[in-house]
């Protein structure tokens, strides 16, 4: 009696977990999450080039101020001198008492390393989707928490707040690892959980990265803007003031303004705005919102991945421009 008892409570749990209400299957999450990481793979890369373009740009406009004696550049604090671990130069910008150091290595460092955290975090939803035992399940879940806990903290550090602590809590699975291996369903339920529990925790921290980041890319493309306007505009002087209109002033006209319109899609762009608006939507899929179906769901990713394919070329013709004025 006792082993049909043992028998009959396991059909029962058996049961309880094939006919869970709300279950979506994980293949429907395949694709989309797929797609997702590779398309935040793209825009990471993209702008990491961007970056790297702004940071140059910057740089070259830190050595003109000093060589006008319009900023100076001074051994950091505490470094240097014998006995030191380190020596480093800072420049600051005359007028001022603001140290930069010098050169720049990237125009947003911690939006640079939040960025590497959201690439985590995309790997680990999409090796949730992968996993195939419920050990490997919660592994990458937690991964990917680790990789939401990275971005929650360099957004701390970079609003002043160094010493904070993450707010997002480990993923344990709910239901008993002993039975895991014995039914696929419970694999993929346990997939879809995960990524519930994973993208609803991960939210805080992808919204406060997109204002961020988004804030600081704007800062630091204005640079690039300006020095494209001052490029346009005496470009137009000099066709406003020319009293024959040329093929050759029509064609320098019609250059300066490409590329001034060039500079300002690619500084405008906002990838993270995207992102979290396809991952918003995911989340709310994932968790049941009565407002957002897997159907929007995949349309906001998809229109995510357009997006980054989109920036790629702003962003390549950005440089493009960029390179041709350094040979001009």
Not at 164 to 170: R, V, Y
């Amino acid at each position: 009696m006792k082993q049909i008892s043992i028998a009959v409570s396991f059909c029962a749990f058996m049961a309880s977990i094939m006919v869970l209400p709300g279950c979506s299957s994980v293949a429907d999450y395949q694709q989309p999450i797929t797609e997702l990481n590779e398309s935040m793979n793209y825009s990471v890369a993209t702008i990491e080039q961007i970056d790297s373009e702004l940071t140059a740009a910057q740089n070259k406009r830190w050595r003109e101020l000093i060589s006008k004696e319009e900023a100076f550049l001074l051994e950091a604090e505490d470094s240097c001198a014998l006995g030191t671990k380190l020596c480093s130069v800072v420049v600051i910008a005359k007028g001022s008492d603001k140290e930069q150091v010098f050169p720049v290595t990237s125009m947003m460092p911690n939006a640079a390393e939040a960025l590497s955290g959201l690439k985590g975090y995309t790997e680990g939803l999409k090796a949730i989707v992968d996993a195939d035992t419920a050990a490997s399940i919660i592994s990458s879940a937690n991964a990917a928490l680790a990789s939401a806990s990275k971005i929650e903290l360099e957004i701390a550090k970079a609003n002043g707040r160094s010493s904070a602590a993450s707010t997002i809590e480990a993923y344990s699975s709910p239901l008993s690892n002993s039975f895991s291996w014995l039914i696929s369903q419970y694999i993929d339920r346990g997939k879809v959980k995960a990524l519930a529990v994973a993208t609803k925790r991960a939210q805080p921290a992808i919204e406060s990265l997109a204002n961020y980041y988004d804030i600081a890319a704007s800062v630091s493309a204005s640079l690039k803007a300006s020095e494209a306007l001052d490029n346009f505009l005496k470009a137009q002087s000099i066709f406003d003031d020319s009293s024959v209109k040329n093929n050759q002033e029509i064609n320098q006209y019609l250059a300066a303004a490409s590329s001034y319109d060039t500079v300002l899609k690619a500084g405008s762009s906002e990838p993270m705005k995207k992102f979290l608006i396809a991952h918003t939507a995911l989340n709310n899929a994932l968790n049941g919102s009565e407002n957002v179906s897997l159907a929007d769901a995949i349309a906001a990713i998809k229109e995510f991945k357009k997006h980054s394919e989109d920036f790629k070329g702003l962003v390549e013709a950005f440089i493009q421009v960029a390179k041709e004025k350094e040979t001009n």
